[in-house]
């Protein structure tokens, strides 16, 4: 009788463990969050790219949008982009719009600024400060909006995709 009794004590009591136990930790700061800007713009540094560009055949979506030239003369390269910094329409995810804004320097994107994206929650956040450095990196190295999908940021990926190509059609424009 008290094997019995032992062994239900035991299983109740690994029951409770396993089921209390927390699969996810979303750290209440983290320390690439602490280091971004408090304007809730995503930058990566300005590199050069490489001489190579390629064009893009993914869609496009006319809206209304900011577009400004950073300098005073414009040039078109072979690329077909226009100097200057253009602003994608923001494109609404699940969670919340995201926003990409370029800058075409010589023909070619040397910077990428994510001006809105979502942020609300902690995993939000979680995410973003990883999947964001990354697409940045990838537009610079592509040229183009063909960039991969960040794994766990299916959304923001999409809706930066999407962003991107119209700020992209602007620089052509």
Known sequence: MKKIVYALMATVTGLVLLFSYRTSTVPESTSALADAPSSGVATVPKTTPSPSAST??????????????GSSSVQTSSSGL??????GQAANTRFGPVQVQITVSGGAITDV???QYPSE????????????????KETVQAQSAEVDMVSGATYTSTGYRTSLQSALDRARA
Not at 56 to 69: E, R
Not at 82 to 87: E, S, W
């Open 113 to 115: 600024q994510v001006p």
């Open 82 to 87: 226009t100097d200057g910094t253009y602003t």
């Open 56 to 69: 893009s055949s993914g869609s496009s979506s006319t809206s209304s949008g900011s577009t400004s030239s």
């Open 121 to 136: 929650s902690g995993r939000d956040q979680q995410i973003n400060s990883r999947a964001l450095p990354v697409l940045v």
